[in-house]
Protein backbone atom coordinates (compact mmCIF):
# COMPACT_ATOMS: atom_id res chain seq x y z
CA UNK A 1 0.00 0.00 0.00
CA UNK A 2 1.53 3.64 -1.19
CA UNK A 3 0.44 5.82 1.72
CA UNK A 4 -2.37 8.53 1.24
CA UNK A 5 -1.44 11.34 4.04
CA UNK A 6 0.89 11.93 7.03
CA UNK A 7 -0.46 9.44 9.54
CA UNK A 8 -0.35 6.24 6.71
CA UNK A 9 3.14 6.93 5.70
CA UNK A 10 4.57 7.41 9.21
CA UNK A 11 2.71 4.23 11.01
CA UNK A 12 4.41 2.81 7.23
CA UNK A 13 7.80 4.31 7.93
CA UNK A 14 7.90 3.73 12.06
CA UNK A 15 6.18 0.99 12.31
CA UNK A 16 6.35 -1.14 9.23
CA UNK A 17 10.10 -0.74 8.46
CA UNK A 18 10.96 0.09 11.77
CA UNK A 19 13.06 3.02 10.54
CA UNK A 20 13.42 5.53 13.44
CA UNK A 21 12.66 9.58 12.18
CA UNK A 22 15.73 11.12 14.07
CA UNK A 23 16.70 14.90 12.91
CA UNK A 24 19.79 13.17 11.11
CA UNK A 25 17.63 10.65 9.29
CA UNK A 26 14.66 13.36 8.00
CA UNK A 27 17.36 15.76 7.27
CA UNK A 28 19.42 13.20 4.86
CA UNK A 29 15.78 12.23 3.16
CA UNK A 30 15.14 15.49 2.48
CA UNK A 31 18.87 16.44 1.25
CA UNK A 32 18.01 13.68 -1.25
CA UNK A 33 14.09 14.26 -2.41
CA UNK A 34 15.01 17.96 -2.90
CA UNK A 35 18.04 17.01 -4.96
CA UNK A 36 15.71 16.78 -8.79
CA UNK A 37 19.43 15.51 -9.85
CA UNK A 38 20.02 12.51 -8.04
CA UNK A 39 19.29 8.80 -9.15
CA UNK A 40 17.18 8.14 -5.77
CA UNK A 41 15.13 11.28 -6.64
CA UNK A 42 14.36 10.28 -10.55
CA UNK A 43 13.47 7.39 -9.93
CA UNK A 44 10.74 7.84 -7.48
CA UNK A 45 9.57 10.28 -9.56
CA UNK A 46 9.55 8.17 -12.55
CA UNK A 47 7.56 5.43 -10.53
CA UNK A 48 5.37 7.26 -8.45
CA UNK A 49 5.29 10.69 -9.94
CA UNK A 50 5.60 14.46 -9.28
CA UNK A 51 2.61 14.88 -6.77
CA UNK A 52 3.88 11.53 -4.47
CA UNK A 53 7.54 13.10 -4.24
CA UNK A 54 6.17 16.47 -3.12
CA UNK A 55 3.88 14.57 -0.69
CA UNK A 56 6.85 12.99 0.67
CA UNK A 57 8.69 16.08 1.08
CA UNK A 58 6.05 17.46 2.95
CA UNK A 59 5.72 14.64 5.15
CA UNK A 60 9.29 14.37 6.07
CA UNK A 61 9.07 18.23 6.84
CA UNK A 62 6.18 17.54 9.11
CA UNK A 63 7.90 14.84 11.04
CA UNK A 64 11.10 17.06 11.69
CA UNK A 65 8.60 19.99 12.60
CA UNK A 66 7.56 17.00 15.38
CA UNK A 67 10.67 16.00 16.14
CA UNK A 68 11.91 19.57 16.78
CA UNK A 69 8.84 20.54 18.78
CA UNK A 70 9.25 17.35 21.16
CA UNK A 71 13.08 18.07 21.71
CA UNK A 72 13.85 19.12 25.04
CA UNK A 73 15.27 22.51 23.81
CA UNK A 74 12.82 23.22 21.29
CA UNK A 75 15.09 22.30 18.12
CA UNK A 76 16.60 19.61 17.38
CA UNK A 77 20.48 19.61 16.09
CA UNK A 78 21.52 19.64 12.49
CA UNK A 79 17.71 19.91 11.10
CA UNK A 80 19.03 24.16 10.98
Known amino acids: ?3 QNYQQWRHCIVNECR ?3 TPLYIQQRLDVLNNN ?3 ET ?3 TFLFGKV ?3 KLINW ?5 HEVESSSPSGSA ?3 H
Not at 60 to 64: H, I, L, Q
Open 37 to 39: GHQ
Open 77 to 79: PGL
Open 52 to 54: HLE
Open 60 to 64: FNVAA
Open 19 to 21: IEL
Open 42 to 44: KRL
Open 1 to 3: MIP
